[in-house]
């Protein structure tokens, strides 16, 4: 398929055509066309619920992060290639030239979107929520009460140790609940 602009709404979609893009979702938004509401049934109808988490717990995260440290993929899809530049080698994302709109929304969705995510992760049994797949993609949840429910969750099991390569994308409870 070629590339080229789609029309929605009075907003022209600069993408291949027939395809769209988180980053075509976030400018609907920041450009007030769409409500959060319906950005979030977008990215949940398209499948962009792992890029969306992994670039919003992304740029939560402060100070000077590696390569590693980063969903570099999540964070151009949602902010733009041109967006996320490593400076000597290392990602910033809490300086005051990046107050921006889509910032902004990432920051709004990391607060929504991330308690939510955890506490019905939290409470499930031994059966994969509709989240766990997502949880994992969770780069930084602050705070000790966090900790303390991710552990009291636990019960018994211990947390992992390690780094997940994700070569496998296991949804047990031992697994989510550690990488989150």
């Known amino acids: ?5 789609i029309l929605v709404s009075g907003f022209a979609l600069f993408a291949r055509v027939g395809y769209v893009t988180v980053r075509d979702l976030v400018r609907c938004v920041t450009e007030g066309l769409w409500d959060l509401d319906l950005f979030l049934k977008a990215v949940f109808r398209y499948g962009f619920m792992g890029t969306v988490i992994g670039a919003v717990s992304s ?7 590696s390569f590693r440290q980063v969903n570099v993929r999540a964070v151009r ?16 994302f809490d300086r005051e030239e990046d ?6 929304l990432a920051h709004r969705l990391y607060r929504l979107l991330v308690p939510t995510f955890l506490q019905v992760e939290l409470r499930r049994g031994e059966s994969p929520t509709p989240f766990s797949d997502y949880v994992t993609d969770i780069r930084v949840v ?18 992992l140790r390690g780094y997940d390569y994700r070569y496998s994308r296991s949804v047990d409870r031992r697994t989510v609940l550690s990488t989150s």
């Open 1 to 5: 398929m070629g590339t080229g602009s």
């Open 59 to 65: 740029v939560e995260q402060k100070g000077s992060l």
């Open 77 to 92: 899809e949602f902010f733009g290639v041109d967006a996320a530049q490593p400076v000597d080698g290392k990602f910033r």
């Open 99 to 104: 107050n921006t709109p889509e910032m902004e």
């Open 142 to 159: 602050y705070g000790i009460p966090a900790m303390i429910q991710v552990l009291t969750a636990m019960g018994q099991d211990v947390l």
